[in-house]
């Protein structure tokens, strides 16, 4: 368990704090309000994980952000052994979910020329194999739906069943990616209603996994939880059109965010799941 201690807070990168208190901050960080005598923060702690864990989240909001709002990275580091990342605190507000869409779309026209990313992510819940690939069927199926399939069958949440489905599926993707070459985009990568805010009537992007991939991936996880309406889409198409016949190929980028629940959070998911295997 761990406890936020006075002899901690002194030793944060921050002068003058007047006051610190919890907040709701997701199932993987502890998260704290810390007020200042001029300033608010949002900072989030990883016990016992070190800084290099939220290394990773960083680079991403860097990223991110040379196109989009994200929070300010204050400083991140490590206080006996728990790695900290501090924020720079965002006022809630309304805000439009066309200039969301408009946004997320403005942060796909961000391109590289491989699949993947500059370091792996092997520190989180589910391990992010980002070697860089030239084949998006390749990347996709080997380094993001087989390693979480193995994680379910590690945990016993996998079958026979499920098996054949899914092999059936990935000969799906690979075979129609070796005739439909798609252009890397930056990906903010776990695009849920849960990672995106409005702050000052204005669109933010949070909580960022971010590697190169096919936008597809993107926008199927905005359709997984709900949280972006039509205005989201309209918004997103406005500058930077997806193709016509995008809904065929969004449950095969549904399948994967729904399988890293099932090995998060257990059967509760294995019926989403099935439905997406035993449609292949």
Known sequence: MFNLTPDWIEQLPIQSIQSYKPISG???????QINTDHDQYFMKVQPGRGKQFF???????KLLGQVANVPS?????????DG???????DQSAGSQFELGQMVAKVHQVHQPKFGLDHNFDIGKIPKNNQWQSNWGTFYIEQRLKPVVQL??????????????????????????????????????????????????????????VFYGNREMDIAMTTVFGGF????????????????????????????YLMVHLVLFGETYGSAVDQILESF
Do not use: C, M
């Open 152 to 209: 379910a069958k590690q945990a016993n949440r996998w079958n026979d069943s499920r098996q054949r489905h899914f092999e059936r599926i990935i000969k799906i993707i690979h075979d129609y990616y070796q005739d439909h070459p798609v252009t890397p985009s930056l990906l903010h990568g776990d695009l849920w209603s849960g990672n995106y805010t409005f702050a000052y009537q204005k669109p933010y992007l949070i909580d960022p996994d």
């Open 55 to 61: 290394a990773h989240e960083v680079e991403g909001l």
């Open 229 to 256: 309406d039509q205005d989201f889409y309209d918004g997103y198409n406005s500058v930077y059109p997806l193709d016509a016949n995008v809904n065929q190929r969004l449950p095969w980028y549904r399948l994967y």
């Open 26 to 32: 997701g199932d993987i960080n502890k998260a704290y």
């Open 84 to 90: 900290f990342l501090i924020l720079g605190w965002l």
């Open 73 to 81: 990275v204050i400083d991140y580091g490590e206080i006996n052994g």
